[in-house]
């Protein structure tokens, strides 16, 4: 373990600055158990989906990555399934409601609020999901990141804590979105949970546009897919990037 870094119970270490998350997961995955996690406020070379980058806000965001090392029924839709467990935690400290842009931004009032991004471990088995939430970042941190349709919590009025809310968050995130839920996903895989992932994702019912096509979104399917209808019939998108009509300006 590097210098500097605490264990705050045995599956959940906290590291004042770390390069990514992710990337220290997979280097030291051996060190984790059947469920673990590691996390910062400090990320300095955070990585995004799609091969982009995640920006780094010393001190006002959370970086954490999830460890999983048990078998999962449906691995494919972990994504979906991390979602609703930053959702749930989320709610349970925050109060709020967010919604899911397909298949894991999680929005709150239009505005991206949280990204995840889901690896294999260099042990091909080994999964990793990286969370990445803003918690504090001002309006001028979006702007010079040329992000304009991000947002922090605090921006949209919640009363966030710094001193307390990253340690809380990863260890709730670790103990009840990952460990004890896992008891039914790993079995059960997205079943026990589309319906509330349906009721939460903004995609649906709306025109969307993704790589080869558009069409309206009118479901999400058993696999995880995102279900698109056009005049030719359904297509299931189950990878890249996805607009949405009105939703992070998509037009
Ligand atoms: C996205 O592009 O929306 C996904 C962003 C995921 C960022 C998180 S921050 C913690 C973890 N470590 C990383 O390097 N990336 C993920």
Partial sequence: MEAGAAVLNESVIYLPQVGST????????AQFGPV?????????????????????APGKGLYYTAVIKTDLAQPSTLPLFASLAVCDALKQRYGIDCQIK?????LLNGKKIVGILCEVAPDGHSLVVGIGINLAQPQEYFDMAGL???????????????DTDPEWLAQYMTDFGFDRALYTYEEQGLAPYREQYKAQCVNLGRRV??????????????EGRLVVHDESGDTHVFTGEVSVKGIYGAV
Avoid: C, F
């Fill in 22 to 29: 992710n990337a220290w997961a997979k280097e030291n995955i």
């Fill in 36 to 56: 673990g996690a590691v996390y910062t406020t400090d990320q300095t070379a955070g990585r995004g989906r799609l091969g982009r980058g995640w920006v780094d």
């Fill in 102 to 106: 397909w298949p894991n931004d999680l």
């Fill in 148 to 162: 304009p349709h991000g947002t922090s919590l605090l921006l949209q009025g919640v009363n966030v804590d710094l």
């Fill in 209 to 222: 546009t993704y790589d080869g096509g558009a069409g309206i979104a009118k479901d999400i399917d058993e």
